[in-house]
């Protein structure tokens, strides 16, 4: 019995279909090849090797989808493999493969896999388990492994989608089958091209893909971005987790006294370089009604003495010691006298009328529990960081910030707000995510507004707490974030809040 469809399309001439094919006639399972001929107007048939082996259908399609879809219906096999081009398989690694797709009953499998240089460089590519993750740009690698039963049974991909038919497929079947990773290379990759990327930018988030490293997502074409945000947001209303209910205004009485208008709180740990040029930029703005909350978590190289220099009474040092961002941003939260805590990082700068445009702001919108405004990007210098421009967030609202990686900088909350969500967790996201899972939190409840004007400058260099994290961290913390916001979505929704 064939156990594996492997398709190949063939897009130009000087691919290396052959090479493909060698690659597959290298393993020891039941195959059999299908070379779609996707050439605009092929004056000739390619000259395949083993013949016997492959069938040659001159046929182009109008998008993956299609492809895909032509592929399974072509098929003989058990399981569908869509081959992009250079990629080669790794036949000593496919051996247990079946006994794996069989004996765990997976639906969709992915795997490691290698990159291989324009030297002959191998690198491995470490991919992570699933876990029911519900953005885009978890990486599946570059292929992935379907059961055609499944394919049948969920009617296939979307011919409509140019370039989302396989992450909404994944959306509307992750639920109900396994998605299986094997922690073993089965293929490599030619790179034919080397991207350089900036590393304090290729580490932002998840794993950065692209040239723009973990930025690269805001860089989405117009049409793409659509796209993926209506696959997306077709997957919340499926799923009871869409909400269209309208916000309320944050309740205030006659009993709310402030003794400042702003709180600033800085969490700060050995950043004795920064935190004087982070200040004075508050400092020297237009806005004067303010007090800056500097928690300390251990710092041991001259941050504190540091901090001590600063001759204003509006900056107060906290000597905190404690193990987590999230500890010391709440330990700011609790002792500020401010009615709104505005966000700002060690290492970052305010520009001159960012707390004037935020409190005019907030002061005018009262269903608003947080306003972000729009941020640049700079390198340790304060120089700005070429090619960026200017990062506004626009894809967001309050359900594709599910989707997406955040919301922005700077965040400017009221006070009140933050404590009736209880402050940021401490258990769950106590170094990575506590800003995020605190906006979707905000999010489901009041308005999570943009202000459409630079007002933060986002320090980027290879020592920034976030670079640090480890990967797997910054993968599974947002994905538990989601993951605890689309259950308390589809309660709201249960519950009948319209």
């Given at each position: ?152 049974s969920y009617n296939g991909f979307d011919e409509h989608l140019f370039h989302a038919e396989e992450y909404d ?306 993968v599974y913390n947002k994905n538990n974030a989601r993951q605890d916001a689309l259950k308390r979505r589809f ?8």
């Open positions: 019995m064939t156990q594996f469809s492997f398709i190949i399309p063939y897009y130009e001439e000087n691919q290396r279909i052959n090479d493909q094919i060698k690659s597959i006639l290298s393993l020891n399972v039941e195959f059999e090849i299908i070379v779609f001929d996707e050439r605009h107007n092929p004056a000739n048939a390619p000259e395949l090797i083993h013949e016997e082996k492959s069938r040659y259908i001159k046929r182009a399609h109008r998008n993956r989808a299609a492809l895909f879809n032509d592929g399974y219906a072509e098929a003989k096999g058990i399981y569908l493999v869509v081959l992009p081009p250079d990629i080669e398989l790794i036949a000593e690694n496919w051996n247990t493969v079946k006994d794996v797709l069989t004996n765990e009953n997976a639906a969709i499998l992915y795997s490691d896999y290698v990159n291989i240089d324009g030297d002959k460089n191998e690198k491995g590519v470490k991919l992570w388990p699933f876990k029911n993750n519900i953005d885009e740009r978890f990486s599946l690698g570059y292929f992935r492994i379907y059961r055609i039963s499944t394919l049948k497929f994944r959306l509307r079947v992750q639920d109900k089958v396994k998605v299986l990773h094997l922690d073993k290379s089965l293929y490599k990759s030619i790179i034919r091209e080397v991207t350089e990327v900036d590393p304090a930018l290729s580490k932002l988030h998840a794993p950065g893909e692209g040239a723009k490293g973990g930025f690269s997502y805001l860089f989405y074409s117009q049409e793409m971005e659509r796209e993926l945000e209506q696959v997306f947001i077709n997957f919340l209303k499926r799923t009871g987790c869409y909400l269209s209910q309208r916000n309320k205004e944050i309740p205030y009485t006659e009993n709310d006294n402030f003794e400042c208008m702003v709180t600033i709180v800085i969490p700060i740990l050995n950043r004795k370089r920064f935190i004087k040029n982070t200040v004075n930029r508050v400092l020297g703005g237009t806005f004067a009604d303010f007090e800056i909350l500097i928690v300390d978590n251990g710092s041991n190289d001259g941050t504190q003495d540091e901090v001590r220099s600063i001759p204003d009474s509006r900056v107060r040092l906290i000597q905190h010691d404690g193990t987590c961002i999230a500890e010391a941003l709440n330990r700011g939260i609790n002792e500020a006298r401010g009615k709104y805590i505005a966000q700002l990082d060690s290492d970052d700068e305010y520009v001159p009328h960012t707390l004037e445009s935020m409190v005019n702001y907030m002061e005018s919108h009262p269903k608003c529990g947080l306003a972000i405004s729009y941020y640049d990007l700079i390198d340790i210098d304060s120089n700005p960081i070429s090619g960026m421009g200017i990062i506004k967030h626009l894809e967001y609202n309050r359900n594709n910030i599910l989707r997406v990686d955040g919301a922005g900088a700077l965040r400017f909350f009221h006070k009140k707000v933050l404590q009736e969500f209880g402050l940021y967790n401490v258990e769950d996201f106590g170094n990575f995510g506590e800003d995020y899972d605190m906006v979707l939190k905000i999010s489901e409840k009041y308005d999570v507004d943009r202000v459409h004007e630079i007002l933060y400058r986002y320090r980027r260099h290879e020592d920034n707490t976030d670079v640090q994290r480890p990967t797997a961290m910054k309660a709201l929704n249960q519950n009948g809040s319209k």
